[in-house]
């Protein structure tokens, strides 16, 4: 799975944000915490990384 436009990108972190348990809302977020932040970007990362390379990488 590619994400290659800002659209798809968007609905990717809010299926990620609901994967998690982040409550993340349609435009400002500057009240989420550091550490929600990262449980989100951390997974997006892993997402991409694994459609670049076809590897699953899971702990």
């Known amino acids: 799975m590619a994400y290659n436009s ?7 972190k809010y299926e990620i944000a609901s994967e998690v348990g ?8 500057g009240d989420l915490s550091s550490r929600d932040a990262g449980k989100i ?3 997006i990362v892993k997402k ?3 459609s ?3 590897n699953n990488y899971n702990k």
């Open 6 to 12: 800002k659209t798809q990108f968007e609905q990717m």
């Open 22 to 29: 982040v409550n993340l809302k349609q435009g400002y977020n």
């Open 41 to 43: 970007g951390g997974n």
């Open 48 to 50: 991409v990384f694994q």
């Open 52 to 54: 670049y390379t076809g």
